[in-house]
């Protein structure tokens, strides 16, 4: 496919430079992280840079495809998703109790990371091509409801409770902001509230501790209460200009656990303070404010949705892995968008990436 | 594909725009709420997380100095220190308690080795303070922990260093023995700065001299991972070791009156006279201290508690017995003194002495004949004192008596001393409300009846009679010296009083001991040495009443309990008395027949030991002539003297 050269006059270098930049926070603070942590080859962040390249190279691939084209075949790419989610339940890896990974020729890969992608763009073919006014009936709804279920049901299965409530809170924003009749987001809402208590007889007993403990992290102080207890010692301890690199002593001592995944926020508190925090924030508000600006100066529906999507896929990771690690949520398995180590999760997000600055570009450009 | 270019055309993004606002609304709302958050921990609480995260890390741990050592007056260690093992378990560290203690079960199982009871729950106990598993493990033991310390989180060795009583059971009423401090113990004055874990001494000298053994704990602060494991230490304040105790006691002659006391109960003390300190202090049955070290098993605690000769028991200042006719020289020193008699004083000794109705016999049947003071010291002759007795009365030699020493405490530093007792007409009236009756008094000149004296207080007041009348107060220290040797304290001679027994009285009471050994007719005869050095008297105390009828006891077919005992002090040389030697034997029969062989012994032990050293000292001397003729003059000097 060639690119216009008009394209490349719109390339949307502000993007570019704002998730570059989050993503070198990330590589510093796994060299950090990762520091103390026994490994198998390479470090962590040198792994991690890899993924990145890679990440860089499928961003190039996103946007060089105009999305319209993506999106005319969306429910197929959805459908091949959800098949690679099948695969998993069949033959995936089982590792620490849980069947989440796939291997394809010697690599591992996380088939749920994909599905929001994916899922984003079906919901975008799926609203583009219906466009009601007035918001949208039940019987839409249900139709839609399709489209959440079946992953979900897949991914709880696996059993990863995180990803698939994510995956729910990625397609009711999007429902949301789409804009439904009052009356059944009500039902709907209402259904949900019923329905959560009835899912506390369903969920796992490790998963109701992790509730129980967010409720109250001193329930089981040296249990499942501890991680939190011991982020928020991390992330406190760091005060206003943190401890210096490779100098946490919570994270350099193993206090803190799952420090290059889900707690890697705590790493990078307790070493550059509220300061380096508040900048990476400030770096973060940014990408998703630039973010809903594509969104908003899209030139069509499909683009406005897929935009939002992404930058909620962002919203979300980044709101539910600080407040996790901060104690204001209960603790679920959510990565850190561009910060927490993980391959799937890095190429997925610099996928999306490449889809916003796909966007981004082509916003003057007019169909031939 | 048509209709959705259609769809695409009619696209107006601005009914969006409401939208919109409100979700950069809603995204700032939360970078506001995330921002707010970390500036409450971060800069509102972080220095109380940074302390938290700081305790996390950081372990101080209280560092036990190491207890003084004791020592004999030649600097021989009595008392050394020896590490040994404890499994803890740090419960925070181990997360799971019950699998790490049960994994460590498994190993010891394969090992054969036995095995710990269950982990006490233990109340109160601060984070990351170790629970003991088991205490005091060997060598087995410590290699299959040590081996598998990788697979054992949580679980650590300590080494405690314990106490070693190089002469065990042989010392062991003086030295005493330690153990963790009691609840009881923590809330009584004297320990009030005592930690709950704290080893303290129970009994002797280690009781007793607690304050300067046991030194300043120290403190280390060590970094530790999350595994508990130690990664370096910061920093700490060194322990500072006990002061170490330097006792007048000689362990060769202690040994000496150990090896000599063969018999199964009773005591033996050596003291020099010259300035009243003990050399060797000795208590049968004994026991190992060492048991005691890390808390005594159930089964050895009830061994020591049931056993009827009570080895616990300090016979040398804790045993009260009748002196018998050791006391003869007190009463004669009294007569002396008081002037009812002089050295040429004849009394005819029938064997019978009759007071009203009741009679009193002598020892010997058929009695000694015409005996003077001399005569009656040397055969001890009880008739002779029987008259004696009546003839100073109760209170006399009462005061003559706590002017010897008795009836009060010596103030040894060794704890459950007794003070004996000395009975007087108040005393009697008071105590059991009756008034004395003269035969009580004539019990009473033969060292029988309510009179008690603890053994140190007897040999106490031989030493007074072989110096020359001074009293002292028993020395057991010598001097106290920090671990570098600087002196801490110093313990002198304390003179405590002199017996008013004039020279001349002086020199008749020895002339009768020194006769009561070497006299052909004396009754310690068993204690005469070819040099005819020694002085001595003996006793034989009567358990129950005096027998009224003519029934001889025989020892063998009395019952144990009521045996007499067999007492014998003694001096040597007698001109110039370096030692007094005591011995009790309870229950063992004659003075003279039983405790003056074992008296002998440790007589002819210390003169032995003595020349040895002399002839030691000589050959160590470097070989010129001129010093080695020098050294041989100061040896024939010593010989002559």
Redesign the interface.
Known sequence: MKIDRRLLANFDWILLFLVLSIAAVGLLNLYSAGHNLPHAGDPLYIKQSYWLIIGLMMMIIMFSIDYRFLVTYAYGIYGFSILLLLLVFFLGKMTHGSQRWLVLFGFSFQPSELVKLTMILALAKYFNDKQIDEGYYLRNLLILSFIIIVPFVLIVNQPDLGTSLFLVALFSSIVVFVGIKKRILIIFSAAGLVLAPLCWFFIKDYQKERILSFLNPERDPLGSGYHIIQSIIAIGSGGLFGKGLLKGTQSRLRFLPEQQTDFVFSVFAEEWGFAGVFVLLCLFFALLLWGLRISRNSRDMAGTLISFGIIMFIFWGFFVNIGMVLGIFPVVGIPLPFLSYGGSSMIVLMMGVGLLMNISMRRFVFQP | ?K???S??AD?E?A???R??NI??WL??C??L???G???Y???I??????Q???N??IRVQEVKPLRGLVMDRNGVILVDNQPSFDVSIIP?DA?DVSAITDRLRVLYDRRGVASFKDVPPVKGRKPFVPVKLDRHIGRDKLAVVETNSLNLPGIVVDVVPVRKYNFGAMLAHVLGYVGEISSAELKKGPYRSYRSDDIVGKYGIEKNLDLYLKGVSGGEQA?????GRK?RILGGVEPVPGYNVMLTVDSAIQKICWDAFTEKAGTAIVMDPRDGSVLAMMSKPSFDPALFNRGISEIDWKCLISDPLCPLQHRAVAGQYPPGSTYKLIVAAAALGEGVVTPRTKINCTGKYTLGDRTYRCWKKGGHGVVDLNRALVESCDVYFYHLGEMLGVDTLASYSRKFGFGVKTGIPLPGEKGGLVPTKRWKKEKLKESWQKGETISLSIGQGFLLVTPLQLIRAYCALANGGTVYRPRLLNRIESVRGEVVREFGPEKESNIPVSPANLEILRKGLWGAVNDLHGTGKACMREEKDVCGKTGTAQVIGMPEEDEDPHEEKVPYKVRDHALFVCFAPCNDPEIVVLVIVEHGGHGGSVAAPIARKIIDGYFAGKKDETVVRHSEEPSGTEDSQHTQQEINDRRGA
Do not use: C
Not at chain 2, 223 to 227: D, G, I, K, L, Q
């Open positions: 594909m209709r959705h270019r769809r695409l696209y993004p009914k969006f725009r939208k919109f979700v950069v995204v700032s939360a970078f709420i995330l921002t958050k970390l500036w921990l971060q800069v609480k972080g220095d109380q997380l940074r938290r995260s700081e996390n890390r925070e997360k970094e530790v991972n999350v595994a990664l």
